[in-house]
């Protein structure tokens, strides 16, 4: 059973253009979704994360949109440079307990310059 | 760099070989998270340890896994008897405790090759 249900799975976007991920999640104890970027041979690394008490989170091109009661979350990436392209993660865990991160299949993104 | 690192980085070996992995979180991070990342898939949970109580393990952990974690500082990740089904990407990831987000600071892997 997959708790957080990422798409697309890979991403072609130009240069300047925005970059949307999608992902929705079945446990409603999930309280705490960040979203990890990963290049090729590296670890995963925290980009941005948000609560479910808030829609929307800003820093920088990077933004999280939160849907509670769909049970959705986006990420968008404005203005999209080559440099963004990556492997992005999204996941989600409950606070409190392990902490340990469900995280979904991810999304390969490629920014043409 | 005072992030997490991860010895050694690749690791080949042959099935039925026993291997063992080291993970340094940051400094004062009271809980190490495992993560086994196979190709084209998010990082999945192995374990957890607060200091150095292994807590949570996860269904994946087969008896062939063993994880340490002494002193509450370094952690070892061994798998005896590898099979070719463990290759695999295996991260590691440290957190402080009680400061809000608990973000998990991820370090740059281990790959394991199992021939």
């Known amino acids: 059973q997959q708790q957080v249900k990422q798409s697309p799975q890979s991403l072609i976007v130009q240069k300047g253009g925005i970059s949307i991920i999608n992902c929705a999640y079945e446990?409603?104890?999930?309280?705490?979704f960040p979203w990890y970027q990963q290049f090729p041979g590296k670890g995963p690394a925290l980009l941005i994360a948000?609560?479910?008490?808030?829609s929307e989170k800003k820093e920088g091109r990077f933004t999280i949109s939160f849907n509670k009661s769909a049970k959705q979350f986006s990420l968008h990436i404005m203005d999209s440079q080559p440099g963004d392209s990556a492997t992005y993660f999204c996941?989600?865990?409950?606070?409190?307990?392990?902490?340990?991160?469900?995280f979904g299949k991810g999304t390969k993104l490629t920014v043409n310059p | 760099d005072t992030g997490v690192s991860q010895n050694p980085r690749h690791k080949i070996t042959k099935r039925g070989q026993n291997v063992t992995f080291r993970c340094d979180p940051i400094?004062?991070?009271?809980?190490l998270y495992w993560y086994r990342q196979t190709l084209g898939q998010g990082p999945e949970f192995l374990t957890y340890?607060?200091?150095?109580?292994?807590?949570?393990k996860s269904r994946l952990l087969s008896d062939r896994f063993s994880a340490e974690r002494p002193k509450g500082s370094f952690s070892t990740l061994e798998i005896q008897r590898t099979e070719q089904g463990d290759s695999a990407m295996y991260l590691c990831?440290?957190?402080?405790?009680?400061?809000?987000?608990?973000?998990?600071?991820f370090g740059p892997g281990t790959r394991l090759t199992v021939l």
């Open positions: 990831a440290s957190s402080l405790r009680g400061t809000g987000a608990d973000t998990q600071y």
């Open positions: 446990n409603t104890a999930f309280d705490y």
């Open positions: 948000i609560r479910p008490d808030v």
């Open positions: 996941a989600a865990n409950t606070q409190g307990g392990s902490e340990k991160l469900v």
């Open positions: 400094s004062e991070h009271n809980r």
């Open positions: 340890f607060q200091n150095e109580a292994q807590l949570e």
